[in-house]
């Protein structure tokens, strides 16, 4: 729908401001009319919008390449679509991965071709959620950008390395959009609770609410402006000319988190999460979590967190604990918010249940210690590279037993320098799988020492 039609849906004002009939049925949703119409009025991605960045030379120079934008929602993957048809005067045209087949694609296709031939008018043919299509279906887009019948967009959450054949990938401009930051959703929803488009200055919005908004929205503008809308809606069914916190939690169903990502609460909820797991509270780790996913909190600072944990305070009496974590911070990149709440919780259960040991960051930080200390020998000279011409001269490697030849696969030998030779670093617990280590290692410094 064109801007100016938004104007003339039944109820909108004539003047078109001060009340909210943008916002009644029979207008577009709030994220449609605000959505930006150059690429000067997109908010964030700043090195999407660079002066002479790809993106802005395939727009301003009116090129035909495809793009392949990969980001999580709500960051413009749409929007961008929308305004290179735009700026570039092509046709546009959108084709949802969800409910179209490859004899959709291949009409798409042919109608953009014959449109070419005939009037001469190019298309952007937009693919929203890309990975969704198979392989035949990606396969069918392959002759409208080859042949550049198409200038093809396709959008995408998860990781096109993964989700999108080669062919295809590497007929495109990959571009990554990163996840809008607070000052960025709070400049969408400012822009549109004042602009001609939106609310025009029917309703003003305090600060509270406002924090509110930007937090749930969690990087999503379209989350942000859905949001908003119907936090007006609110406040107009109560006549009042001011969206406040109440009126916003009772709109969206949610009540606030008082949680300020970058304030003491983010540094004290994350402090209780993590110290929850080491006391091994599962029921208390998952109520942090539950906290920082509410408040918005960025779910890979909360991943990177489990993987630190993982070694620091579990180690080797489970040696499967860093796999998980890792696991799930793969996951949080892959499938992104909300689903990656659950790979999140379980990995925190997973953490808090196991057997805890310290063996690890106990062990890393007394090396380093002595390291720091000036407790830096040279080189046994058996262990010292032996493979250019001239070390065995020196005496390098001469003396030095390869352990495989030796029962055990263990060989009775000095590693460290002289001034560490006796050094305890690692001292293994008897928690967890990590007391069948103890045991193993002890033996092994025995035999090594020649003990």
């Given at each position: 729908?064109?801007?100016?039609?938004?104007?003339?849906?039944?109820?909108?004002?004539?003047?078109?401001?001060?009340?909210?009939?943008?916002?009644?049925?029979?207008?577009?949703?709030?994220?449609?009319?605000?959505?930006?119409?150059?690429?000067?009025?997109?908010?964030?991605?700043?090195?999407?919008?660079?002066?002479?960045?790809?993106?802005?030379?395939?727009?301003?120079?009116?090129?035909?390449?495809?793009?392949?934008?990969?980001?999580?929602?709500?960051?413009?993957?749409?929007?961008?679509?929308?305004?290179?048809?735009?700026?570039?005067?092509?046709?546009?045209?959108?084709?949802?991965?969800?409910?179209?087949?490859?004899?959709?694609?291949?009409?798409?296709?042919?109608?953009?071709?014959?449109?070419?031939?005939?009037?001469?008018?190019?298309?952007?043919?937009?693919?929203?959620?890309?990975?969704?299509?198979?392989?035949?279906?990606?396969?069918?887009?392959?002759?409208?950008?080859?042949?550049?019948?198409?200038?093809?967009?396709?959008?995408?959450?998860?990781?096109?390395?993964?989700?999108?054949?080669?062919?295809?990938?590497?007929?495109?401009?990959?571009?990554?959009?990163?996840?809008?930051?607070?000052?960025?959703?709070?400049?969408?929803?400012?822009?549109?609770?004042?602009?001609?488009?939106?609310?025009?200055?029917?309703?003003?919005?305090?600060?509270?609410?406002?924090?509110?908004?930007?937090?749930?929205?969690?990087?999503?503008?379209?989350?942000?402006?859905?949001?908003?809308?119907?936090?007006?809606?609110?406040?107009?069914?109560?006549?009042?000319?001011?969206?406040?916190?109440?009126?916003?939690?009772?709109?969206?169903?949610?009540?606030?988190?008082?949680?300020?990502?970058?304030?003491?609460?983010?540094?004290?909820?994350?402090?209780?999460?993590?110290?929850?797991?080491?006391?091994?509270?599962?029921?208390?780790?998952?109520?942090?979590?539950?906290?920082?996913?509410?408040?918005?909190?960025?779910?890979?600072?909360?991943?990177?967190?489990?993987?630190?944990?993982?070694?620091?305070?579990?180690?080797?009496?489970?040696?499967?604990?860093?796999?998980?974590?890792?696991?799930?911070?793969?996951?949080?990149?892959?499938?992104?918010?909300?689903?990656?709440?659950?790979?999140?919780?379980?990995?925190?259960?997973?953490?808090?249940?196991?057997?805890?040991?310290?063996?690890?960051?106990?062990?890393?930080?007394?090396?380093?210690?002595?390291?720091?200390?000036?407790?830096?020998?040279?080189?046994?000279?058996?262990?010292?590279?032996?493979?250019?011409?001239?070390?065995?001269?020196?005496?390098?490697?001469?003396t030095y037993t390869y352990s495989h030849d030796e029962p055990f696969g263990i060989a009775e030998q000095q590693y460290a320098p002289d001034v560490v030779a006796d050094?305890?670093?690692?001292?293994?617990?008897?928690?967890?799988?990590?007391?069948?280590?103890?045991?193993?290692?002890?033996?092994?410094?025995?035999?090594?020492?020649?003990?």
């Open positions: 729908m064109p801007d100016d039609a938004l104007f003339d849906a039944p109820g909108a004002a004539p003047d078109g401001g001060g009340s909210l009939s943008h916002a009644r049925h029979g207008a577009a949703p709030l994220a449609v009319r605000m959505r930006p119409r150059t690429l000067d009025e997109l908010v964030g991605q700043g090195q999407l919008r660079a002066e002479g960045s790809p993106l802005r030379r395939l727009i301003e120079g009116d090129q035909s390449m495809s793009l392949l934008l990969w980001g999580p929602p709500g960051t413009g993957k749409t929007t961008i679509a929308s305004i290179v048809s735009q700026q570039t005067s092509r046709r546009f045209v959108e084709v949802s991965a969800v409910s179209a087949g490859v004899k959709e694609v291949r009409a798409a296709i042919d109608a953009a071709r014959s449109d070419l031939v005939r009037t001469g008018e190019e298309t952007v043919l937009f693919v929203d959620e890309v990975h969704r299509f198979s392989k035949a279906q990606q396969d069918a887009l392959l002759p409208g950008v080859e042949n550049r019948w198409v200038t093809l967009v396709a959008a995408t959450t998860e990781n096109p390395f993964f989700s999108v054949i080669s062919p295809l990938l590497s007929r495109s401009l990959l571009l990554r959009l990163e996840s809008l930051t607070d000052d960025d959703v709070a400049d969408v929803i400012e822009q549109a609770l004042v602009d001609e488009r939106g609310l025009a200055g029917a309703v003003a919005l305090d600060d509270d609410a406002r924090d509110h908004l930007v937090r749930l929205a969690g990087g999503d503008a379209r989350r942000a402006l859905t949001y908003l809308e119907a936090s007006a809606g609110a406040a107009s069914s109560k006549g009042l000319d001011t969206i406040d916190l109440a009126t916003t939690e009772t709109a969206v169903d949610q009540a606030a988190v008082r949680y300020d990502r970058q304030g003491d609460q983010h540094y004290d909820v994350t402090s209780a999460f993590i110290k929850s797991i080491r006391g091994s509270d599962a029921d208390a780790a998952l109520h942090y979590l539950a906290r920082m996913v509410e408040a918005g909190e960025d779910p890979r600072f909360i991943a990177r967190r489990l993987v630190i944990l993982a070694s620091e305070d579990i180690g080797l009496a489970d040696p499967t604990a860093l796999t998980t974590a890792v696991a799930a911070a793969q996951a949080v990149q892959l499938i992104g918010m909300p689903e990656a709440r659950l790979n999140l919780a379980q990995a925190v259960i997973a953490l808090a249940v196991a057997p805890k040991s310290n063996a690890v960051i106990m062990a890393i930080d007394a090396a380093q210690g002595d390291v720091r200390a000036g407790k830096i020998g040279s080189v046994p000279p058996h262990l010292r590279d032996a493979h250019y011409a001239g070390a065995k001269d020196l005496g390098h490697g001469s050094a305890r670093y690692y001292r293994p617990t008897a928690l967890g799988a990590e007391s069948a280590v103890k045991e193993r290692w002890e033996r092994i410094r025995r035999i090594v020492r020649g003990r």
